[in-house]
């Protein structure tokens, strides 16, 4: 060993490691594969938790996290179930519960009844388990012989350490110390089922330690109705139809980026609805899962650009603009998870053609604001793969094209929406919001308001975002 040298002293075995770490004898493939399925699994609960938590959580910023990292959990998940496969036959053993405190593990967090426990559950205890387990995995692993786990488990822990340092925001925001105290009892029995697994990555000895169930000793049962924080103070507004503004030609560019600034921030909902259809549609490929999820984190993203399209211009949206939540509760409480797909894909479909998503960035464009622009670049390729992921797991579904778009039409069609029963209910207004943030962005742009814009009041109480007329908003 001592007068092994490579050649002019260049980097050993591809720069992986020294040949004296190459030599230990690291983990067996049977140990690899047993490490790699609690991986998985861990990946696999956590993808449920933040997917089932986005619709019922009342904070925004809370829900687009929980839509990233549950897209980022569907990923890895993907990449860890590949690898398994790669080293055994099938079967892979991939839906087997590791450890049954493990269960327990995950349960608890899916179920804890406040934000504040199921933070404390996320990024206090299930993240930073799974780092140290992928973590220890790389230090007893042949880092030559098992490079392929080691890069799965590298590029893991990058993104872990993404989450984890917005849990430690979030709960320095969320979180006092009163509060941490009235959770201890449950956050020493999480330690406990981790204690009683033998820790996450299964590498200590299982302590014997009772573990029992609290908040999941009732099943977890979703919550399909959207909640929205403070300020969101008028959700069910219905006040402003922004694709008639939007279409109609004798509008300028320059507030029509306004309404579309609108539109993106409004599609929070969409991550609400395609929880709903995750959550709610069992014993699919992992690819499904995976694909969905990429969409709705897609739809976070476009919300949040529209958040920082009316942040860019100065405008103040929580009050003067009326971000409702009116798709997403009348699709989640009114349909099943299929047709809820089937309105998606029927929406979709409608954003392809030109008077659609080119259209918009085409807007974008004439509007001189560059940051519509880019944003509306983006938003129109991203529909462009949501339009796939519709053919690969809806249309599959049905004969032909126009029969999948006849029963997503007709499944939006059953949705009511109640416009003046909710206005008697006292539940929503329907205010006018638009002359408000009309009149804010022509103060950031330094001119005054045209008249005819202004007094626009054009509303949903009879004309839906019907894409065989309009364009919709998901």
Known sequence: MKAYSTYRNLPPLAGLSSIAEAMKSGLSVEQ???????HHYAFKRL????????TAEPIYELKTAFSLHAHICAEHTAVLRKRVGEMREPPLGLEEIPHPSLEIFFDEILGA???????????EKAVPSLKGALERHIADTNPLADQPSVRLCRFALLELEDLLRFGRQ????????????????????LEDCLASAGGLGGTSEPRQVPVHRLHSVKPYVYDRVPRRDERFPDPYNMGVNAEVFLYDPK????????????????EIDVPEMMASIIVETPDKPWDYYRDMTRQLWDEARHAMMGEVGFANLGIDWPKDVMVNFTWSLGLNTQLKPFERHAVLYFI????????GKRFEWEVGLASHNPLSALFQDYDWADEVLHAKIGRDWYLSQFKNTQEAIRYGDESWSRVLMNWGKGRADGLRQHRNWWPDAYRAACRTWGVEPDP?????STTYE???ADLKELTGSA
Not at 32 to 38: D, F, G, N, P, W
Not at 113 to 123: I, N, Q, R, S, V
Not at 170 to 189: G, T, V
Request: aromatic share 8%; net charge positive; proline share 8%.
């Open 32 to 38: 690899c594969v047993t490490r790699l399925k609690r």
């Open 47 to 54: 993808h449920h938790i933040f997917t089932a938590r986005i």
């Open 113 to 123: 009844p406040t934000t504040e426990e199921l933070l404390l559950g996320l990024y």
């Open 170 to 189: 979030a709960i320095a925001s969320l979180i006092d110390e009163p509060c941490r105290q009235r959770s201890s009892e449950w956050l020493r029995l």
């Open 251 to 266: 509008f300028p560019p320059e507030p029509k980026t306004l309404m579309m600034f609108y539109k993106r921030l409004r």
């Open 348 to 355: 979709e479909q409608g954003l392809m053609p030109k008077n």
């Open 452 to 456: 005819e814009v202004l007094a626009y």
């Open 462 to 464: 009879t004309v839906r």
